[in-house]
């Protein structure tokens, strides 16, 4: 089966190492780095005999080629394993699936190979660091799913309760990407609650729609309108909610009295 073995356009002249190799020098450096069995870590296992075959080369030439490159510390040739240091420069840095795969192969290869090649720290931190933000991300859209089914059960709460005074608040079909960031940013802000929230909405003739306006005869609140974080701190400080009228204290006047 074929696979694709890239050099990012770098290799060329970021390294002064490379930019210092003979034509033929360099042309077994690519070909470690890109014959059929190599791969992104630069770890793999290839007989000398297809080093021979595959690029036509002298095998006393590419003895001492790879000789000098391994005291050069550059690429380490020993018992038929090639160890590239630094292979993972010339690739995508950001690419988590990459960096994943980097590591297993690293972690399968013998000890003086990994010895050798001194795997960048940064390239591990990564892969964790990328992990997390993955288990940050499903939880967050775990947790807005569940935001998006408690506003539906209240909606169907309220709609029913108040079907008489003819409300009907608006389900919600789903998270849109714009919701989802929208309710991140809400969650990441310590007095955003959505429990509360719901309460003041019930008790709010004004946003269950009872009480139009004469700019806004039919408006009624909505679940997008609650994530303006101008409107929702309104309704958590009780703007919006129904007011009591006093009582009229008792009279004093007892008939009879002066």
């Known amino acids: 089966m074929s696979r ?20 033929l020098e360099k ?22 005999d297809y080093f021979i075959l ?7 030439f590419i003895l001492k080629t790879l000789k000098k490159f391994t005291d050069d510390e550059k690429i380490l040739y020993r018992e038929d ?3 590239i240091k630094n292979r993972n420069e010339f690739n995508s840095k950001g690419n988590a699936n990459i ?30 660091d990328n992990v997390n933000n993955n288990r940050n991300r ?35 079909q789903s998270i849109t990407e714009a919701r989802d960031k929208s309710l991140n940013m809400r969650f990441a802000e310590s007095i955003f609650d959505f429990d509360k929230i719901l309460k003041h909405i019930e008790n709010s003739d004004f946003l269950l729609g009872l009480k139009p306006s ?17 409107n929702y701190i309104k309704i958590l400080e009780g703007n919006y909610d129904n007011k009591v009228k006093p009582k009229k204290p008792a009279s004093q006047f007892k008939p009879g009295t002066v």
């Open 81 to 83: 394993w090639i160890a």
């Open 138 to 172: 499903n939880k967050n859209k775990n947790r807005n799913k569940d935001v998006l089914n408690k506003w539906n059960v209240f909606v169907d709460m309220i709609n029913e309760k108040e079907a008489k005074r003819g409300v009907k608040l608006s389900i919600v």
């Open 214 to 230: 004469k700019d806004h005869e039919h408006w009624k609140v909505s679940f997008d309108w609650i994530l303006n974080p101008n």
């Open 4 to 23: 694709n073995q890239t050099l990012n356009s770098t290799f060329w002249y970021k390294s002064k190492y490379i930019k210092s190799l003979k034509p």
């Open 27 to 48: 042309f077994l450096y690519i070909y470690c780095c890109t014959n059929p069995v190599a791969n992104i870590a630069g770890m793999y296992e290839r007989h000398l």
């Open 54 to 60: 595959e690029t036509g080369l002298d095998k006393a």
């Open 99 to 128: 960096i994943k795969g980097i590591l297993e192969i690293y972690n399968k290869s013998p000890d003086f190979v990994k010895a050798f090649v001194s795997l960048d720290k940064s390239l591990e931190s990564f892969l964790v």
